[in-house]
């Protein structure tokens, strides 16, 4: 028996949890679609920086519940505004870190639109869906609706949407010609090269796209901070608007 | 009715390799387990494919170098060692399974006999699992009976079953056996069944055939004795009851004489086939007088055969039958036995056990 | 418990979807499983293993393999398209999705049944005269019921609590796509939905409920039919 123990021990012991010792400097809570710029700042910046991607909605109900995150960068400012509600951010902390826009793409070779009317857009579909994020729950999803309503082709369309649990998805049914048209972040667009950009929309026909960042009540720390601030640095911006974003006029 | 086998089928180690024919009546393949029996039984049913051979029954070929009748086409009902009913249905319902395949419409008339015979009117709405070892044995002998076979194979189907189960599902059998004009072959390894029930005998041992004839010339040849094993050797008689005396001792008569045995419930006239062992038959030169033994029939020594112990097995012929004796080879010597010499073998009355008797045969 | 239209949409199309899904994984479950369990055959370990898939893959990238192959471009999203069968956006193809999902789980209670059948049954219904097919239907089946119910349980339970693969496949339409947990994922994307999100939740914990019950009453009875108790 005691030999059996032992064993057990022993294979207990390799699935000890080691990443405990190692604790990265700053650890980051970010919104998906900011996954390439991100990943090409972290990996210019001088420390050990951990980001965890996901959806706006999910990051803010995991710091909310306790998560073990120092900054976050959502992409929906109703979620910052809910975390704000439960004090789970630290005050005055909040920043809007780098901008969007939104495009109607369709699958590559496709021809540009000029005016999105509803005809052009049914010709286009020709029986298919056009693609976008959850109306109601996905960032990309809200500002598309905002923009079909203000172009008030938001009752038209409804029945032909497919809405997808994130804009990522919506891009790849319009790459994979599944779905003719998609509504996705220009930065998105740019990345996936199976789409083109048909019609850029217009950004003062919806929301302002912002990403907030902001610090999370409770962990304040030096280094977060000074992320933070890189962040914000000319050659990260740079990155951002390579990558499709744009900048903002920042109140610094 | 025929039914033509020759085999043969490597598996392993095992080397099966014989040939018999077996005619109308009971067959039986007798020899101790791993002899090769089921094995014989399997391809006989279609439940296995031989490497090589040639099975033929009533001029139907079953199996040979190009055709293989599967089994469900062969016609051959299969009794069990275990069984095998079905436990989903109820006896009435797993007796009428094969009736669906069957060649001829279903004859109600053929299916009360059958369970009559079998006496399972009272189990028809049992499930399997409320039946008796007994039961469930004779419900299978039913069922495949009423598929309406052209051969029944009984494979082992008394061996799950205790003593008293067996000599309780005995005399179905026979009554099987006389009643039913459905050949049959009777797979055991026990001696007593055998005697008991079967007209032919093929005797199996590692795969080969050792002996095979009428079971009352196997049975009594001392060549057989080692393969039957020196315990369970003995002959079996045809009898005929003669009359019932008030003590108890019935009077028997075989070709080469008379016998006084108890216990014989069968009525006056009856054919019965009576196994008499041969450790308890002895000899006699002359015509014992002052004897305790009421049994002793006149005989003339056919053969005798030295075994590897003590034993010499002694052939006798009583009239058309014949008897088999065991004597130790000292005694055989003083008597100065031969083939040829006429003595007497002398039988204890109480030497046959009610379950060497039984009724019938043909 | 009141619940809004676009709540019973997603319920009935949620039980709609996973019926389905059961009713066209399960022939194909049963072959597959007869196959696993009774025969030998080269690359019987590559279907095991293509069976099994689905419970080891991320649902999405099932999703994503589904898109691949059944959608309005893939190799048989194209075939089907001719005969006029749309899998893409479309319920049919939650009940696809649904149906992969589910299917190891059918096939595995499914072939454990079939291996727990005695074969001496099945020899000894062949020397009565049934044929392999009269074999099956008669023996085979009636003593794997107790398996299939199983199999049919986990198969639609699994359908009605599938997500991942089935939002990749076909999105998140209301009345069309939007499944129970689609729409309680949706729920959850918006500040302030955990109420709804909640209450369709419970909704769930009902139907699951009552699906196990439902199919232990089955199960008796099934138990009672075939002798065993």
Known sequence: MRSIFSHIAAVCTLFWPTWVVAQPDVTVFAAASLRDALEEAVAGYEGQVVVSYGGSGQIARQVAQGAPADLIILANEAWVDWLEEREALVAQSRNDLVGNRLVLVGPSGSAPLSEPTKEALFERLDGGRLAIGQVDGVPAGIYGRQWLEAVELWSVFTPHLAQAENVRAALLWVAREEAPLGIVYASDAQAEASVDVLYDIPSNLHDEIVYPMAMVAGRENTQAERFALYLYSPAVQDIFLQQGFMALETEQ | MSLSVSLSHRYGDFHLDLAFEAGPGVTAIFGPSGAGKSTVAQAIAGLLKPDMGRIALNERVLVDERTFVSASKRRVGYVFQDGRLFPHMNVAKNLRFGARFAPSAHDVSEEGKIIELLGLQALQERRPHQLSGGEKQRVALARALLSQPELLLLDEPLSALDEPRKEAILPYLERLRDQVNVPIIYISHSVAEVARLADQLVILKAGQKVADGAVEIVLSDPAALPFVGVRQAGSVLRARVEEHGCDGLSQLSVSGGVLHLPGISAPVGAQLRVRILAQDVLISLEEPHGLSSRNVVPVEISALRRGDGPGVAVQMIAGQDRLLARITARAAEELALRPGLRCFAILKATAVPRASISQGGH | ?229
Do not use: C
């Not at chain 3, 059918?106 to 049954?121: F, G, N, Q, S, W």
């Open chain 3, 1 to 229: 418990m009141n619940l809004r239209p676009e709540e019973w949409d997603a319920l009935l199309l949620s039980l709609k979807v996973s019926v389905w899904a059961v009713v066209i994984s399960l022939p194909l479950a049963l072959l597959v499983a007869w196959l696993l369990a009774r025969r030998e055959f080269p690359g019987k370990a590559l279907l095991s293993a293509l069976v099994h898939l689905p419970l080891v893959l991320p649902p999405v990238v099932t999703g994503y393999l589904l898109l691949l192959a059944f959608g309005r471009n893939g190799v048989f999203g194209k075939v089907l398209a001719d005969w006029g069968i749309t899998l893409a956006f479309h319920w049919t193809g939650a009940a696809l999705a649904a149906a992969i999902m589910g299917f190891p789980l059918v096939v595995r209670a499914i072939r454990l049944a079939i291996e727990a059948v005695d074969p001496k049954l099945e020899q000894a219904a062949e020397t009565l005269g049934a044929g392999r097919l009269h074999v099956f239907a008669l023996v085979t089946l009636p003593l794997i019921l107790p398996g299939i119910l199983a199999g049919v349980v986990l198969g639609f339970a699994k359908a009605m609590g599938e997500f991942g693969a089935t939002i990749t496949f076909v999105a998140n339409i209301p009345g069309q796509t939007q499944t129970l947990p689609s729409a309680i994922y949706a729920l959850l994307q918006v500040p302030g939905g955990e109420a709804a999100a909640l209450r369709l939740g419970i909704l769930s914990l009902v139907v699951a409920i009552g699906a196990v019950l439902l199919s232990e009453w089955l199960a008796r009875r099934v138990a009672e039919r075939i002798g065993r108790k």
